[in-house]
Nanobody
């Protein structure tokens, strides 16, 4: 059974940090490109960051470049999103995504940036 389970979301003040995790199971994690997406209320889901299967290549949306860092640990079947200098506009549900032979999505974790 394929699972992507996000964790680490919560309420944080502007300028603060959070680290999201996405634990994968049920498929060959090390073969999959992993991404983070987010969806704010009444908005379309948008791309945040992507990392190649080996971790050697990453890319980011312009809105988070320089503040967010995506990484992965293939030994732990986990992908991470380190989020620094958070802004209120980063408030959204954050989703983990896996792509290779198939496409998988997690259930999402809420991130709220507010004072």
């Amino acid at each position: 059974q394929v699972q992507l389970v996000e964790s680490g979301g919560g309420l944080v003040q502007p300028g603060g940090s959070l680290r999201l995790s996405c634990a994968a199971s049920g498929f060959t994690f090390s073969s999959y490109t992993m991404s983070w997406y987010r969806q704010a209320p009444e908005k379309e889901r948008e791309f945040v960051a992507i990392i190649s299967s080996t971790g050697g290549t990453t890319n980011y949306a312009d809105s988070v470049k320089g503040r967010f860092t995506i990484s992965r640990d293939n030994a732990k079947n986990t992908v991470y999103l380190q989020m620094n200098s958070l802004k209120p506009e980063d408030t959204a549900v954050y989703y983990c995504n896996a792509v290779h032979w198939s496409v998988y999505w997690g259930q999402g974790t809420q991130v709220t940036v507010s004072s």
